[in-house]
T-cell receptor
Framework: GEDVEQSLFLSVREGDSSVINCTYTDSSSTYLYWYKQEPGAGLQLLTYIFSNMDMKQDQRLTVLLNKKDKHLSLRIADTQTGDSAIYFC????????????FGTGTQLKVEL | DGGITQSPKYLFRKEGQNVTLSCEQNLNHDAMYWYRQDPGQGLRLIYYSQIVNDFQKGDIAEGYSVSREKKESFPLTVTSAQKNPTAFYLCATKQGALGFQETQYFGPGTRLLVL
């Protein structure tokens, strides 16, 4: 089945690292994504990782994938107030229009 | 964003009324998607279209209808049969129809409210 889970809230201090976690249940996922949503806006693609990779780094963002545990994480280094947003992980399924299955989203609050 | 336009930004619906949400793209992408977002929940797929003149139901299609007469347009109609239409509606596009490796890009969304 398909189920993607995230914790609802995360609060960090400016300058610290943030780690947002995601678990999924479908082992046939091919790509896993992280999207960012600011208030009242659409979703912005941050990064993605192919299922045969363990890690991907892109500037302040590091994605770690543990296929054995079906666990995905997004680390944001040197978190800034502009990083405050909701972060969604999503998995892409083969077939069925290659739809995305989204987690519930993690609200990241960055405090001064 | 960037080539995907959704209008209006806010839409009000009266009881028993059908309303249509617009999604236009100039990215020349083949596939288009409609999602619904409710507070505290992830996005849920309503309908998707991989090619002109073809579309498929998603997970929560009841009370909604779509058309895909042109590649660049994928309007969503919220019918009176949808009993709880208040939500944020997001349109997305993907370059290829069949390739799973291409990402989906999202429009800015339309917030629908019931009067």
């Amino acid at each position: 089945g398909e189920d993607v889970e995230q914790s609802l809230f995360l609060s960090v201090r400016e300058g610290d690292s943030s780690v947002i976690n995601c678990t999924y249940t479908d082992s046939s996922s091919t790509y896993l994504y992280w999207y960012k949503q600011e208030p009242g806006a659409g979703l912005q693609l941050l990064t993605y990782i192919f299922s045969n990779m363990d890690m991907k780094q892109d500037q302040r963002l590091t994605v770690l994938l543990n296929k054995k545990d079906k666990h995905l994480s997004l680390r944001i280094a040197d978190t800034q107030t502009g990083d405050s947003a909701i972060y969604f992980c999503a998995e892409s399924m083969t077939g069925g229009g290659n739809k995305l299955t989204f987690g519930t989203g993690t609200q990241l609050k960055v405090e001064l | 964003d960037g080539g995907i336009t959704q209008s209006p930004k806010y839409l009000f619906r009266k009881e028993g009324q059908n309303v249509t949400l617009s999604c236009e793209q100039n990215l020349n992408h083949d596939a288009m998607y409609w999602y619904r977002q409710d507070p505290g929940q992830g996005l849920r797929l309503i309908y998707y279209s991989q090619i002109v003149n073809d579309f498929q139901k998603g997970d929560i299609a009841e009370g909604y209808s779509v058309s895909r007469e042109k590649k660049e347009s994928f309007p969503l109609t919220v019918t009176s049969a949808q009993k709880n239409p208040t939500a944020f509606y997001l349109c997305a596009t993907k370059q290829g129809a069949l390739g799973f490796q291409e990402t989906q890009y999202f429009g800015p969304g339309t917030r629908l409210l019931v009067l």
